[in-house]
Structures are given as structure tokens and as C-alpha cells.
């Protein structure tokens, strides 16, 4: 029996085994790069990576959003999501000076040769196992800056962290990592876990700006529309000057919806992620120091409320905006019906007087009638001998009146039928 494949199977297998780090032993070094790309530049990051591969062992194949490359010792790992690309270098072993960069040369240089987009994080990170790495006997003041220095136990009190999460002067942040018994793929799951942290930390806090920067304009907006819809409660306010001025208001609002809406949902959707990270992390409290929960929750959540207020505010006006021009709208449509009621009745009125004249016409029309007919009868009657004319003449104005009045309204009574 010939069974037909979806045409996604093979690609949702593929997606389930990509965006991991390869299996990491401590100690070893990583440095990582996140760009933020738009959707002119999704193309280049691959072709970036396709002119890596010159000179480099390939290691996992390249697909549209993963690869794993071997250069000179060094492996880089490259990803590609929606907005951003990370490239992420591993190396073997510690040096002398912990978080040098140079340790990565020349890898480095070509990684950042023609890399597309604009750098959004870079980060330093070394894995020790020896005790004389461990957070809280070593001077850490050497490389953090005391006063934000955040020490925690991970992995369930498997691996213990510090960093300030600063940017130093040589452009990239810090992360010690100490590994107190980790095995096979839980240190490079306990990075990923980190990294990803930060990454969509980061991006999520990139709505922030957007938000601060806007909200003046949705402020004034606000007070303009209270003018407005206390405009509209007043019977001598113009119509058609509110409705121009609603109508520039609520073109205003939809600007400022399509500029930050798809910003705002990947803000929330970004802190989400980060939230669900930092819950994974199993984040434990090592006495005299803020953990990496208590740094993220103080940080990132204000912001996220911030950008889901300004949200909010922006779907609030727009509804607000809506009523008040319905309201508008109706008064509109009332002075309207009014002024067509006004309308049939002046045309009653008019039609009312209409009839009448019509009516004196007819009767006017009867005499006339009446006098050409009775003058025809009176040159028929001329040549009889038996009545006097005259009183021939006298005894046919009447009936012929009648006569005529009769047809007339016979008339006008099939015409209406």
C-alpha cells in the first residue's frame, strides 16, 4: 500500500533539531553575536554563511535557518529567526584573561566581515569546572562591576552563574558559568537556555523606545478627542467641522496602529519566551547576591507592561474615537430626518394648495366649458320656431352646466382610479 507524505513532514521533522548547540564539554569559551535583520537582508545572512563555508568543515549541513561550521579549531554555530540572526563561536579550554575576545581571532574577523544587519547583544561566555572559578570565593570585581554583579545557582544548583550583564569596553557582556556537574548535553542546553534569555530579552525591549517616544502623541490625541466628544454633547456645535476633524483623528489613530502594532505583539511574544526561559533555568538564591530572576523581572517586566499599556491605550482611543464619531454620525442622521421631515411637510402644504388651485380651475373650467357649449346650442336652437330663443337659451345654461360638471368629475375621479 503506497502511503502519500504531507509535503511540511520533512521540514517539521528538520525543525525540531534545529537551533541547539553542539554537545559542549567544560571548560571551553563561546562568544555570540545577535543581528537584527529586516526582510531585505534574510537572504544575505545565508549567502554570509555560504561564503564561510569556503575553507570550512562543515559539520551540520546548511538549511534555510541553521549550520554548524568548523574554522581554524573554532565551531560556529549560525541561526536564523524572524527579525535576527545569532553566530554563535566555540572554542576548547580557558585562557589566562577569561573574557578576552582576541582568543577568537581570526575567526572572528571573518565572521564579521559582511555580516548583514545591526549587532543588538554580543556576548562573552566562559564554562569552568574547577572550584577556583566558583562565584562566590572568586574576586569577581576584576571583570563585573560590583554594584550589578548577579550570582545564582542554575540546573537545579548544577551549574552557578555571575555576570553584571553590562557592555564592557571591548563591546560584548560577561557570563561566567560554573559547572558543578553537568553531563552530556546539559551544558549546552543550559547556555542555549541563557543566551535565548538574553536574546529575546533584548529584542522584547526594543518596543520600549518605540513606546516612550509615541506616547506625547497618544496623549494629545486623548485630550483632543475629551474636546471633541464634549463638542458633540453641544447643540451648537458645528457638524460637518467635527466630523472633518474626527475623521483627521481617527486617520491619525490607524497611522499610529499600523506603525507599532506589529512591534508591540512581538515585545509581548518576546517577553513571553524570556519568561518561559527563565522558568526553565531553575533558578536558585545564593545568599548576598540578585538572582538572574530578580535582574530580569526588575528590567524587563516594567517595560513590558509600559509597551502593553501604551498598547492598550492606542485600541482604547481607537474604540473611544469610534463612539464619538457613531455618536456624531447619529446626530447627523437625525438633523437629517428632521430636515426631510420639515421637507414633506412644506411639499404636503404645497400639494394641499395645489389641489385647491386645481380645483378652482375646474370650476373655472366648467364656466367655460359651459359658455362655448351653451353658445354651439344656441346656434342649433336659432332655428327653431316653437320656444322663444331666448328662453330656449335660459333653460339650456343649467343643464348644460350640470352636464359638464358631471363629466368633468367623472373624469377626474377614473383618472385618480
Known sequence: MTIQDHPLRASLSAEMHVRRLPRIAAPCRMMQVLTVMDEAQTDAARAHIED????????????????????????????????????????????????????????????YAGMPGQIIRSTQIAV????????????????????????????????????????????????LIHDRGLQRDEPGQL???????????????IGLPLAQRLTPAVTRLETRLSELTQAVSERSS?????????????????????????????????????????????IGVV????????FTERRLMPAVRTCNSFSARLDDLSQRAAWTSELLRTRIDIALARQNRDLLTSMDRRTDLQLR??????????????????????????????????????????????CVAIVLRWTRRHIIE
Request: charged residues 20%; negative net charge; proline residues 3%.
Open 52 to 111: 564561510l563555508m569556503n575553507g570550512a568543515e562543515v559539520v551540520v549541513p546548511l538549511s534555510a535557518k541553521y549550520g554548524v561550521l568548523s574554522i581554524d579549531g573554532i565551531t560556529l554555530v549560525w541561526e536564523r529567526h524572524t527579525e535576527f540572526a545569532s553566530y554563535t563561536l566555540l572554542r576548547p579550554g580557558l585562557t589566562e584573561e577569561l573574557f578576552d575576545p582576541t582568543d577568537f581571532d581570526p575567526v572572528r574577523g571573518r565572521v
Open 128 to 175: 569552568a569546572t574547577d572550584d577556583a572559578f566558583d562565584p562566590v570565593t572568586l574576586d569577581l570585581q576584576q571583570w563585573f562591576a560590583d554594584e550589578a554583579t548577579i550570582v545564582c545557582d542554575v540546573a537545579g544548583g548544577l551549574a552557578r552563574i555571575a555576570s553584571d550583564f553590562r557592555l564592557n569596553a571591548d563591546s560584548y557582556g560577561r557570563l
Open 191 to 205: 547556555i542555549m537556555r541563557l543566551q535565548e534569555l538574553g536574546n529575546y530579552r533584548n529584542m522584547a525591549l
Open 238 to 282: 458645528e457638524d460637518d467641522r467635527l466630523l472633518d476633524e474626527l475623521s483627521f483623528l481617527s486617520a491619525e489613530l490607524a497611522r499610529l496602529v499600523a506603525e507599532t502594532r506589529y512591534r508591540m505583539s512581538a515585545t509581548q511574544a518576546y517577553a513571553q519566551l524570556s519568561v518561559d526561559r527563565l522558568a526553565s533555568l531553575k
Open 287 to 294: 545568599r548576598g547576591y540578585q538572582t538572574l530572576g530578580d
Open 357 to 402: 388651485l386645481q380645483q378652482t380651475v375646474e370650476g373655472l373650467s366648467v364656466v367655460v366649458i359651459s359658455y362655448y357649449a351653451v353658445a354651439l346650442i344656441g346656434y342649433m336652437l336659432g332655428a327653431q320656431t316653437l320656444v322663444p330663443h331666448e328662453i330656449a337659451m335660459a333653460i339650456t345654461v343649467p343643464v348644460v352646466i350640470a
